[in-house]
């Protein structure tokens, strides 16, 4: 059974950076897009960035000019760097890789202090 598993979360200030990654622990076959989600406490999940495998990206407008997407076809790899960090972005984020099936990670917790 492949996993995705996600790394690069963690307690971070106002203004501050992180970066997530996302990789699968096998082989994936026919990968389409790959993104991230994240969902805040009491709130619903929401898309944060997708990338297809054309390598085209688009980002929820909370997040445009701030967070990058990018992929690593031959790792089956996304990552996410997050810049200017607001304590709005504190939620647990959650990579996806949608292939034959779509496949989800475990969710990483990222919290933004003020």
């Known amino acids: 059974q492949v996993q995705l598993v996600e790394s690069g979360g963690g307690l971070v200030q106002a203004g501050g950076s992180l970066r997530l990654s996302c990789g699968a622990s096998?082989?994936?076959?026919?990968?389409?897009?790959m993104g991230w989600y994240r969902q805040a406490p009491g709130k619903q999940r929401e898309l944060v960035a997708v990338?297809?495998?054309?390598?085209?990206?688009n980002y929820a407008d909370s997040v445009k000019g701030r967070f990058t997407i990018s992929r690593d076809n031959a790792k089956n790899t996304v990552y996410l760097q997050m810049n200017s960090l607001k304590p709005e972005d504190t939620a647990v984020y959650y990579c996806?890789?949608?292939?034959?099936?779509?496949?989800w990670g475990q969710g990483t917790q990222v919290t933004v202090s003020s």
């Open positions: 996806y890789v949608a292939a034959l099936i779509i496949y």
């Open positions: 096998g082989i994936i076959f026919s990968i389409n897009d």
């Open positions: 990338i297809t495998s054309g390598g085209s990206a």
